[in-house]
Structure formats: structure tokens, C-alpha cells
């Protein structure tokens, strides 16, 4: 089975000596006491949560799947998944980062963030239950009335009710302006909603008293396309005026999925049958409401790959330790044994350190994009607000494609690292590589995002957003740039800052002649911005691991770091040339093909 040890040393260090997040958590008045030594408790105990609750459900979860009784429409999840989530309300974690108004911890975002990266290490599709919860909370609590929230925020801050999105209908997935799941309006206010939605994570199951569904509709006047979808709440037990459930309501699960991975995660064919619902926020703006639950879905997406990277490295690193096959090219080092081990061999520790190199890049990311999302919606000052809103806009896509990508690399890697072994289930590998592949497909496809990121975030606004992260790299670049020691990280970023600018205009002249030249690109372009964000923070480390080591430091983690650091710029990052080039080649050799694909 596999193991896991909660890599707080490396979150602290990301936290408190990177992005040094206490000074920016104080300037906002609501966590104007929170310190390092809170942030790291927390974090301790939540590592301890998912290592000794999570961990050991992860296999026979995946083994033993969930089970729908068509009679009932009940679903049943594994064994002990209900008392991990009993644990986990118990333990207050369901209201970490949730709002004090409603019974919340009030505590950063980018410690649920930490946390979440653990429980996701330990067991992704046990996560996703009280994930979802999260993007349903977020949604109502920006877009709801304050009955709404009264309702149904105590309970989903509490964990004793949990959340869904329900977007995806069978013949609408990527399209949803395809939507035909219909609501009609009552006398007293309310919809009735009836309709078939597909592919619903955690959309049915036995760990909380009620399931919050946020669902997308139509009202009968609505006009077609996408510009016509309304969101709704719709309970599966009606909530009674004193706060108590009342009666069932017409949602219910009419089938599961059986899929490739996160099988303990049940996935829900949700039928609505003249199911009652209330409108969140105005008629046809639906979208407005479930951007706000998507993007944080799609960072908890990055989050969930960031996790399985973490793992399986973890993983791979202690087998390559272990297992010992063929000896050193450059001479026996096991002499005490009949072969080396694995870690001696060159690509070996390739496999390795690509997976760590992007674990590490990719936790920097996301506590950075934590700390956007908090200074977007808790900074006393309109400007920050505003400039960390756009920021996070256009990192957003990169966090749930890149990291996602990168999850399929480093998990696959790590699952060669562990040869034949790798393929059979006891070790666990095979179940991150097929856990992994689902990150990459739901809350919009990696394509969908590259073309968000392309299109809308960044031709969509002449480059100004990304221009502002070009200025971050270089302050960096003008902090750092006669420093010797920092040339071999801050060099590569600053050419890749100057190409990106033409690369860009580029592909922004070109898809003003021909739109399909955006989207030939956008795929290229996502992994070459990606690639600039991670190399701007993988250079930040450096530069902190290079200061702690002339400061006389002797801890070897800041030697680890610089290590990881060369590795990536030396091994990683260069693709962005291949990429440039290939996007380059445009889009005629991709849709002049009919007779190729006739
Ligand atoms: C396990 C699982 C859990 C899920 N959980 C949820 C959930 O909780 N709630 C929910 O609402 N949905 C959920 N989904 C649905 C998921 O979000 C969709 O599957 C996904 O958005 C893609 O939609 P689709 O499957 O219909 O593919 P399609 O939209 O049919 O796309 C097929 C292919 O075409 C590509 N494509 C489509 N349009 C374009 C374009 N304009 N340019 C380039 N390429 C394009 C796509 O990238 C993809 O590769 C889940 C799915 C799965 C499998």
C-alpha cells in the first residue's frame, strides 16, 4: 500500500519564506492576528487527518466502489467512508476558511488550501465529497439572497450538508448553452425543475443529511444559447422554515458511472422530476453564479493533480531507494548488495525529480493563487482587490490545465520508476495515474481551458492582464539581474518574458485573419505560459534557497531546493522552445486534413 507523510516543511517554506503570506494575510482586518505558528498547527493536524484516516480508505475504496439500490435511489460509498467524514465534521475541518458569519473558522484560504492539497494526496475521491461542498458554499454565499444563505450556509459551513454543481446534461457538456433541463415558475415563488443531468460527482451518497444541488435550467422565456441559463437550488429533502428537513424532493439518482478512476466517488446520473427549486441571483445570469463555483473548482482541480504529484513521488523516491537492479554506469556503489539500487541510474532520478519539480512549482502556484483570491475578496484597499481579481483570472486556467498535465506526467513517471510493479494494483501507482486522468477532462477540458486562457484572458484584453504578470518576472528580473548566482534561473525567465510578448502578438495578428489559428495554438501557448509562472516561482526559491545558504545555513532542504531548481530549468522549462515552435507552425496543417480524417 501505499504511504504518505504530509510535506508541511515545503508548505512552510512556500508560506512563510516565499511568499511570506502572514504580511499580507495581516494588512486584511479579518486575519489581522493570524501568524505562522497558527497556520502551522492547523496544518500539522489536518496532516495528520489524511495520512491516518484518509490514507488507508484510498485502495479499498477504489476496490470496493459505491453502490446504488434502484429501489431508493440510495447510494452506499465504501466502507469507513462515513466515519472518515463523521471524523472530518467533528474535527471542524468542514468549516476551516468558512465565513464566522455562518459558523465558519474564518481562517485563510490558502490553509484549506494545504489542506485540501493532503486530503487529496490521501485519497482524492473521498475529497471530492466535501469539495464540491466548497464551490456550492462559494456560489451561494456571493450570489445568494440573505434567506438562501441563512438556509443552507450554516449546514454546508458545518459539513452536515454537502454540495453539487449540476451542469452536464448527455448532450451537453462543453456546450452548455445545449441545456435543456427546463424550470418552470409556481405561484409561490419557487421552479419546478425537470430534467436529466449526467456525470454529477458526489451527486448521490450516504455521508450527510442532505445534498445541496446548484443546479443549471431554463425558464421557458429564455433565450437560446447560453445567455439563457438560470441557476438554481434545488435540496434533496426540502428545508422547513425552522431549519429541519422536510419533505423528499423530486431529485433523485438514476444510475452511477462506472469509470476509470476516483471510482469511490460516486458519479450520478441526477434525474429531476418536477423537482422544487429557488432562483440564485437574476433570471438567465445563471453563469454568473456557477463562474463563481467553477473557478474555485478549477483550482481545487489543480489542487487534486498537485496532490497525486506529491504522493506518488513520495512514493516512487522510497521504492527507487529500495529496489535494487543493475549496477552504477560509473561503478558499483551497493558493494554490501548483488546490484545497486534504482536511484543511481540517471533516468531514474529524471522520473523522479520531474515529479517533485513539479509538486513543489505547483504548490508555490496555488498557495500564491490562494493568497490572490483572498486579497480579491478581504483587502481593505479596492486597487489590490481589483489587480489580485484579474490576476487570478488569468492564472486560474494555467492552475487547472498545467498542474493537471503535469499530474499525468509526474504520476506516470513515478509509476515507471516502479517498473513492472508500477502496473499491478498492491502498490497503489496505477490508482494515481487513473485518479489523475478525470483532472484533465471535468470542469472544463485542458483544451477549454488553454482556450480561455488564450482567447478571453489574454488576446481578450490586448495582453494587459498578462502584462501584469510579465511585471512581476521582471521585478525579479531587475532585482536579480546582476547576481552571478541567480543567473542560470533568472536568465531563462527573462528571455522567455521578451518571447512570450512577440509570441503573443503573434498569434493575436494571426487569429484576427483566422480564428482556427487561436486554437491551433492555445494547447502550446497554456504550456508555455504555464511554464513562465512556474519558472518565476521555481526561480523565487531558488533565490531564498541561495540567500539561506550564504547566510551560512547548513540545512541540506535548501540545497534539495537549488538542486530541484537546476534540474528544472535545465530539463522541464527548454520545452517552451519546442512548444513556440510547434504552435508556430499554425493551423492549415491541422485543418487542411480532410482527407486524412475522411
Ligand atoms: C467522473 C466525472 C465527474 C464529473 N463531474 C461533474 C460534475 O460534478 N458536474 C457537472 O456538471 N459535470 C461533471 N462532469 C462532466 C465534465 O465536466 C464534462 O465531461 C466535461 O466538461 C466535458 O464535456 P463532455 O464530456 O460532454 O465532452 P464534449 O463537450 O463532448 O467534448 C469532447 C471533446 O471535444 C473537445 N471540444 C469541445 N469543444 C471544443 C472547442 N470549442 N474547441 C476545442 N475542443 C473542443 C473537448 O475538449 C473534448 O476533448 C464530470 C465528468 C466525469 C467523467
Redesign the pocket.
Known amino acids: 500500500m501505499a504511504t504518505y507523510t504530509p510535506p508541511l516543511r515545503d508548505m512552510q517554506f512556500v508560506m512563510h519564506e516565499v511568499l511570506n503570506v502572514t504580511a499580507d494575510l495581516q494588512a486584511m482586518p479579518m486575519h489581522a492576528d493570524m501568524d505562522a505558528d497558527t497556520i502551522n498547527a492547523v496544518l500539522e493536524e489536518g496532516g495528520k487527518f489524511a495520512a491516518e484516516v484518509l490514507l488507508p480508505l484510498n485502495i479499498t475504496g477504489d476496490a470496493e466502489g459505491c453502490q446504488l439500490d434502484v429501489s431508493t435511489h440510495a447510494v452506499t460509498t465504501p466502507s469507513g467512508y462515513k466515519e472518515a467524514y463523521k471524523q472530518y465534521i467533528e474535527g471542524g475541518w468542514a468549516a476551516l476558511a468558512c465565513d464566522p458569519a455562518f459558523g465558519g473558522q474564518g481562517l485563510p484560504m490558502v490553509v484549506n488550501q494545504c489542506f485540501y492539497e493532503m486530503m487529496n494526496s490521501a485519497n482524492q475521491a473521498w475529497t471530492m465529497y466535501p469539495g ?1 461542498t466548497h464551490g456550492a458554499y462559494a456560489a451561494l454565499h456571493t450570489h445568494g439572497t440573505d434567506e438562501q444563505k441563512q438556509t443552507y450556509l450554516h449546514k454546508m459551513t458545518s459539513g452536515e450538508w454537502t454540495g ?5 446534461e448527455p ?5 452548455l448553452g445545449l441545456m435543456r433541463t427546463k424550470a418552470e415558475p409556481q405561484a409561490d415563488g419557487t421552479y419546478k425543475i425537470t430534467g436529466n ?7 448521490e451518497h450516504d455521508l450527510a443529511d442532505n445534498i445541496i444541488h446548484l443546479v ?1 435550467a431554463r425558464l421557458p422565456d429564455a433565450p437560446p444559447g447560453i445567455k439563457g441559463v438560470s441557476l438554481f437550488i434545488v435540496p434533496k429533502f426540502m428545508v422547513n422554515a425552522d431549519g429541519s428537513l422536510g419533505a423528499r424532493n423530486g431529485i433523485y439518482c438514476g444510475g452511477l ?1 462506472h ?1 476509470m ?2 471510482k469511490s ?1 460516486a ?1 450520478a446520473q441526477i434525474v429531476l422530476d418536477g423537482a422544487v427549486g429557488t432562483m440564485v441571483g437574476q433570471p438567465n445570469k445563471g453563469m454568473q453564479g456557477m463562474f463563481v463555483m467553477m473557478n474555485a473548482a478549477r483550482l481545487g482541480v489543480g489542487n487534486q493533480s498537485l496532490g497525486l504529484t506529491e504522493v506518488a513521488f513520495q512514493n516512487a523516491l522510497a521504492y527507487a531507494k529500495d529496489r535494487i537492479q543493475m549496477r552504477s554506469l560509473t561503478g558499483v556503489k551497493a558493494k554490501d548488495k548483488p546490484a545497486d539500487p534504482i536511484i543511481v541510474h540517471p533516468d531514474v532520478r529524471k522520473m523522479l525529480l520531474t515529479a517533485k519539480a513539479y509538486a513543489e512549482g505547483g504548490r508555490a502556484l496555488l498557495c500564491f493563487s490562494a493568497m490572490l483570491l483572498e486579497k480579491e475578496h478581504g483587502h481593505p484597499d479596492e486597487k489590490v482587490r481589483k489587480e489580485s481579481g484579474e490576476l487570478l483570472a488569468l492564472l486560474t486556467p494555467i492552475c487547472k490545465a498545467f498542474l493537471t498535465d503535469n499530474g499525468h506526467i509526474s504520476t506516470n513517471a513515478c509509476m515507471q520508476v516502479f517498473g513492472g510493479h508500477g502496473f499491478i494494483k498492491e502498490w497503489g501507482m496505477e490508482q494515481f495515474v487513473r485518479d489523475n486522468r ?1 483532472n484533465m ?8 481551458q488553454s ?1 480561455d486562457l488564450l482567447g478571453r484572458k489574454v488576446l481578450g484584453n490586448n495582453g494587459a492582464t498578462l502584462k501584469k504578470f510579465g511585471k512581476l518576472v521582471g521585478a525579479l528580473v531587475a532585482e536579480e539581474g546582476v547576481n552571478e548566482k541567480m543567473a542560470e534561473f533568472i536568465t531563462p525567465i527573462a528571455i522567455l518574458g521578451e518571447q512570450m510578448t512577440k509570441f503573443t502578438t503573434e498569434i493575436g495578428f494571426k487569429g484576427f485573419q483566422n480564428p482556427d489559428e487561436v ?1 491551433a495554438a ?1 494547447v502550446d501557448y497554456l504550456r508555455v505560459a504555464g511554464h513562465l509562472v512556474f519558472g518565476y516561482f521555481w526561480a523565487r526559491m531558488a533565490q531564498v534557497a541561495l540567500k539561506q545558504i550564504a547566510a551560512g545555513n547548513t540545512d541540506p532542504f535548501y540545497v534539495g531546493k537549488l538542486q530541484t531548481a537546476r534540474f528544472y530549468f535545465a530539463k522541464l522549462f527548454p520545452e517552451t522552445a519546442t512548444l513556440m515552435r510547434t504552435a508556430r507552425t499554425g493551423s492549415k496543417v491541422l485543418m487542411d486534413t480532410d482527407a486524412a480524417l475522411a
Open positions: 464540491l453539487t454543481m449540476c451542469l452536464t448532450h451537453c457538456g462543453t456546450d443531468k449526467i456525470f454529477i460527482s458526489a451527486g443549471l458511472e469509470k478512476g476516483i466517488n458519479t478525470i477532462i471535468y470542469e472544463g477540458t485542458n483544451t477549454i482556450l486554437g492555445a
